[in-house]
Nanobody, 124 residues
Framework: VQLQAFGGGLVQAGGSLRLSCAAS????????MGWFRQAPGKERDFVAA????????YYADSVKGRFTISRDNAKNAAYLQMNSLKSEDTAVYYC??????????????????WGQGTQVTVSS
């Protein structure tokens, strides 16, 4: 599967952005989709993940209550709605996918496919 993330931009603290991840292929519903982010000089960190039908979701503690991950299997797309943005949310955001039945969905090494990243900058 090929992934393309978009929707980043510059937003003031307290504002909102919606990231989208478009996927190619006909088996999108078989992939677990995740969002990660990487700030300058830091490791790539888990943000959120959504399982096949969208019924199960996981979030990093830092974004719980502010971010919402979702997916639309009919459109081969995943989304990350980000509200109440903070300056510390500034990073390049990546969408990723995997089909594994083992391994932690929170780890970058579990994911086999990655989008190119989209920059999110939150000004304070």
């Amino acid at each position: 599967v090929q992934l393309q993330a978009f929707g980043g931009g510059l937003v003031q603290a307290g504002g909102s952005l919606r990231l989208s991840c478009a996927a190619s292929g006909r088996t999108f519903s078989t992939y677990i989709m995740g969002w990660f982010r990487q700030a300058p000089g830091k490791e790539r960190d888990f943000v959120a993940a959504v399982y096949w039908s969208g019924g199960f979701t996981y979030y990093a503690d830092s974004v719980k209550g502010r971010f919402t991950i979702s997916r639309d299997n009919a459109k081969n797309a995943a989304y990350l709605q980000m509200n109440s943005l903070k300056s510390e949310d500034t990073a390049v955001y990546y969408c990723a996918a995997h089909q594994r039945r083992s391994g932690s969905t929170l780890r970058t090494t579990t994911y086999d496919y990655w989008g190119q990243g989209t920059q999110v900058t939150v000004s304070s």
